[in-house]
């Protein structure tokens, strides 16, 4: 199992490497970041000083061993349009992309986990096909349409939940939350349904289909031949061997979530890291569009190597399969 980790981690470092290089490049192939900084009225002379400033006089190793220096201490540079440091953007508008991806996760694969339980034991009721005909819109609806679809209705015509915006938050240490507030809770509601709506579908889904599987195997029907309560068959034998596919396809949309929420985030003007990508976008803002690309990669990686580990929890088979080399 120590021998497992090791290479994870070792395939993680190689990754993160590679993005670094990638986020890296963006400074030389997106804009004239000498250009971005002291604008077009700028001397020849006041442009060569604030190069050798910069050191990009300097070799493209040599810049790139300074640029993976400085991020492993948490210097990712300065905006250029802002001119503050990127890792305080970053800071600030971590906690509402953090908490709106986890409570749409949390959502998700809660629901998704109940349905997909009850539409296979109940595969031939109506409210499983109801349930099931109903999914067919959370895959096919795209998510900015969903979003635009809830704030009509609970913002336009019954003006229960507020249509963009966090609400007001609590600052709790570097870290802001609208949990503890009417308003943030209010304004949580439709950006975590919209976010929630697609995964949760395609977890039932997969739920479903991966227990109709086992539920065809020979050891449940041993157990059923056996005597032993339906309950006890579909919970700790087939719901748990339906878990290996669901942690995979959780921790793939969990990263996704939190890297890519930039529509969710534009439609309801939420003040997270997709709508500061955006707007760095527009604004040919080097030094954010490298960061937020290095949080990217970052995000997938922690979350990949939570997956195995989970793996290896979930399943006995893969901690021999990671032993046997070793011995």
Do not use: C
């Amino acid at each position: 199992m120590i021998a497992y980790l090791l290479r994870s981690l070792v395939q993680a470092a190689l990754v993160m490497l590679a993005v670094a290089f990638i986020a890296f490049s963006m400074f030389r192939f997106v804009g004239d970041p000498i250009a971005s900084i002291v604008g077009q009225d700028a001397t020849l002379k006041d442009r060569q000083e604030l190069s050798r400033a910069l050191g990009l006089d300097d070799p493209m190793p040599v810049q790139f061993a300074r640029f993976l220096a400085n991020a492993a201490q948490g210097d990712l540079g300065l905006s250029y349009r802002q001119g503050r440091p990127v890792a305080a953007l970053l800071g600030e508008r971590l906690p509402a992309t953090i908490e709106l991806a986890l409570l749409s996760a949390l959502l998700a694969l809660v629901v998704g986990l109940t349905l997909g339980v009850y539409t296979a034991i109940r595969r031939n009721g109506l409210l499983a096909n109801v349930i099931m005909s109903a999914s067919l819109v959370g895959v096919s609806l795209p998510t900015f349409l969903i979003g635009i679809g809830l704030i009509y209705i609970f913002s336009v015509e019954l003006r229960w939940l507020p249509s963009f915006g966090r609400g007001d938050v609590v600052r709790l240490g570097w870290w802001t939350t609208g949990l503890l507030t009417e308003s943030g809770r209010k304004s949580l509601v439709m950006p975590v349904v919209t976010l929630a709506f697609f995964q949760l579908t395609l977890i039932m889904r997969l739920v479903r289909s991966e227990m109709l599987e086992v539920m065809r195997t020979e050891y449940v029907r041993f157990a059923r031949a056996r005597g032993i309560p339906d309950r006890v068959i579909h919970f700790r034998h087939a719901l748990r061997n339906t878990m290996v596919p669901v942690v995979t396809i959780t921790g793939l949309q969990l990263g996704s979530v939190i890297a890519f929420a930039i529509v969710t985030e534009t439609v309801f003007n939420w003040p997270g890291l997709g709508a500061l990508f955006v707007q760095s976008v527009q604004v040919v803002d080097v030094p954010v569009m490298a960061a937020y690309l290095m949080f990217v990669g970052l995000v997938f990686v922690v979350v990949n190597l939570l997956t195995d580990l989970v793996y290896l929890m979930l399943d006995p088979r893969l901690r021999s399969a990671s032993a046997a080399p070793a011995r």
